[in-house]
């Protein structure tokens, strides 16, 4: 993705949450106290407050609720909005909204129309054309897995960036991250997906690309591409969707090899230079994978790799297994 123009970071706990468990124990010592010679029960086997065991679930339950995985310990970051806000695989590019950037990181197609043996698995129509470097690699390895399944070996590149010092950018070729396809057998043929050419619509997102119209590809990246394959959607569909979805109530995506993700969307209001960002963090206050992409308009995508969260797991971990003795203690008791 390209490269995030970062201001200030300053972490954030969650100190909403400590509050709460403050309330908490205040509530219940004001109940012990107010109880006067009320009858406590308890379980002769620990001793243990039931009614104390009932609030301890109570505050779990709760805590369950509003989903700490993303909350429970973050920090903010600051990105200038003139730079960054039309940056990223995501930018939206139409007649309303030109593209105003550049392509942050490009590279030549040459050395992409080959293997890692030295075969050429692809071909492109000038050997002069540029696109973003991560869709290159991309769309490299693609081309080696199409020609490795189908023995196909006449994928050819029209174009990536266009080459016509146009300022009027409302073509999202622009952006570096799209490529043109055609076929090549000698002659230069349209590219339809027919036959085996069809093994790109059906396989490409599993390398970040989407099909845009017959005959373009766009590199959006993973896991957007899985989840705009997964639910049927467009990429403009769900650039408007994600807008609803909040750091504190995220898009919760798992993928086909069982790793999870979270989408969320920060607004950026009009006139504002600066926004502040939160980034989730583990317990050691390191960062999870994370990408985030201007929209080219109003906000920004952000999307978390929560597939090594361990300290959540270990924490629902924990969270169960005092629910299930719980729920023993409370059998034994109730008798």
């Known amino acids: 993705m390209p490269p995030i123009q970062k201001v200030r970071v300053y972490k954030y706990k969650n100190i909403a949450a400590a509050l709460a468990v403050v309330l908490l124990a205040l509530v219940a010592l004001s109940t012990n106290v107010g109880s006067g010679s009320a009858k406590k029960h308890t379980n002769s086997k620990n001793n243990t407050s039931v009614s104390s065991k009932s609030e301890k679930k109570s505050a779990k339950k709760a805590d369950k609720d509003d989903d700490v995985r993303l909350t429970k310990n973050y920090k903010y970051e600051e990105f200038k909005n003139g730079t960054t806000?039309?940056?990223?695989?995501?930018?939206?590019?139409?007649?309303?909204?030109?593209?105003?950037?550049?392509?942050?990181?490009?590279?030549?197609?040459?050395?992409?129309?080959?293997?890692?043996?030295?075969?050429?698995?692809?071909?492109?129509?000038?050997?002069?054309?540029?696109?973003?470097?991560?869709?290159?690699?991309?769309?490299?390895?693609?081309?080696?897995?199409?020609?490795?399944?189908?023995?196909?070996?006449?994928?050819m590149i029209s174009q990536l960036i266009?080459?016509?010092?146009?300022?009027?950018?409302?073509?999202?070729?622009?952006?570096?991250?799209?490529?043109?396809?055609?076929?090549?057998?000698?002659?230069?043929?349209?590219?339809?997906?027919?036959?085996?050419?069809?093994?790109?619509?059906?396989?490409?997102?599993?390398?970040?690309?989407?099909?845009?119209?017959n005959s373009r590809i766009r590199y959006v990246g993973v896991p957007v591409s899985e989840y705009l394959k997964s639910s049927g959607s467009d990429l403009e569909t769900f650039m408007e969707a994600v807008k609803k979805y909040k750091f504190e109530k995220p898009l919760y995506f798992t993928d086909e090899n069982d790793k999870e993700f979270a989408f969320y969307f920060i607004d950026v209001s009009s006139g504002d230079t600066t926004t502040n960002v939160p980034i989730p963090l583990r317990q050691d206050d390191s960062e999870y994978g994370y990408d985030i992409s201007g929209n080219n308009e109003d906000g920004y995508v952000v999307c978390v790799n929560l597939t090594d969260n361990e300290d959540f797991d270990n924490y629902y971990e924990q969270s169960q297994e005092e629910d299930r003795q719980d729920a023993e203690t409370d059998e034994t008791v109730n008798g």
């Open 85 to 155: 806000l039309n940056s990223g695989y995501l930018v939206t590019v139409d007649s309303d909204q030109p593209y105003t950037g550049s392509p942050f990181d490009t590279d030549g197609i040459y050395s992409y129309l080959f293997d890692e043996a030295g075969n050429q698995i692809m071909y492109a129509s000038s050997t002069m054309i540029y696109g973003e470097t991560e869709m290159l690699e991309h769309l490299n390895q693609m081309a080696v897995d199409f020609a490795a399944d189908t023995g196909l070996r006449t994928l």
């Open 162 to 213: 266009p080459d016509d010092g146009s300022d009027s950018k409302y073509d999202e070729a622009y952006i570096g991250t799209c490529a043109d396809l055609m076929i090549y057998n000698g002659s230069f043929d349209p590219f339809t997906a027919e036959g085996d050419y069809g093994w790109l619509t059906e396989n490409c997102y599993k390398y970040g690309f989407i099909f845009r119209g």
